[in-house]
């Protein structure tokens, strides 16, 4: 699976530098995005280190902000042409009750886990479908089921899925493969970033059984991508947990959800 150009987005940190990792020795051109440039150019120079030769272009772009988005849109089509795979997979998290979450936070959230995925995704698909290529879209197990404490985020994640499959089946026709990733809990930064102020996160009982590391979650996902598999659920117990929750109807879901242990302390509203 060679490619001349790899696009990755959120590859500061977690995952995204594990694509970039994976990926450095699949391609000419990788385009590296995040918000942190500090992070981008640490990346970039220990790439630089492994793969001679790799032309890394690091992206300090914002896809939280629309204009950023288009911004960056544009300097894309003017990348070396050639076979492109695109990897969506900056995204936000906030743990807590939905009342209190900050309007900011809401709108971030919105903006870089669904609209920067559908909009870049969409800018992207005319040199796909012309010049060949793939697309890789971060989802989550928690896409398969409504998450209370975690509701926009795992709402936001059913888009991912949902909307990868619909995708894929369009273009079917094309060559264009496209994958839903869904990871259970990964050992990131991720956590960390999504509690909010003096918040303490408390860990469901199960919930350490289902960790994964990023390796394993970027390894298995790009041979399921090889594959031309729909999705990837990386690791036998987080593809057992989602075919149970896929079975399961949601009027069986809901009374475990509305008894579910909590993981984070109530707190009022926060202000925008």
Not at 229 to 253: D, H, I, T
Request: hydrophobic share 45%.
């Amino acid at each position: 699976m060679e490619y001349e150009l790899v696009i990755i987005t959120g590859a500061s940190s977690g995952l995204g530098r594990e694509y970039a990792r994976a990926l450095a020795g699949r391609t000419r051109t990788m385009v590296i995005a995040a918000r942190r440039r500090e992070r981008l150019e640490s990346l970039a120079g220990e790439l630089a280190e492994t793969q001679r030769g790799l032309n890394i272009v690091c992206e300090a772009c914002d896809l939280a902000d629309p204009a950023a988005r288009d911004a960056w849109a544009d300097k894309l089509q003017r990348m070396p042409r050639g076979r492109t795979l695109l990897v969506n997979n900056a995204g936000l998290g906030d743990y807590g009750e939905y009342a209190g979450a900050k309007r900011e936070r809401v709108r971030e959230m919105v903006q870089v886990n669904i609209a920067a995925v559908a909009e870049l995704t969409h800018a992207l698909l005319p040199r796909l479908i012309g010049q060949g290529g793939d697309v890789l879209n971060v989802a989550s197990l928690a896409a398969d089921v409504p998450l209370p404490d975690f509701a926009l985020y795992a709402a936001s994640k059913a888009f991912v899925a949902s909307f990868s499959e619909g995708l894929r089946a369009e273009l079917r026709q094309s060559g264009v493969r496209v994958l839903a990733v869904c990871p259970g809990p990964v050992h990131t930064e991720f956590g960390e970033v999504a509690l909010r102020r003096g918040q303490a996160r408390r860990e469901a009982p199960l919930r350490s059984w289902f960790y994964t590391t990023a390796e394993r979650v970027v390894q298995e996902s790009l041979r399921a991508l090889e594959k031309g598999c729909a999705r990837s659920y990386p690791s036998a117990k987080v593809r057992l947990a989602g075919c149970v929750l896929r079975a399961l109807p949601l009027w069986l879901l809901r009374p475990a959800l509305n008894r579910r242990p909590r993981r984070v302390a109530s707190q009022p509203p926060e202000a925008s």
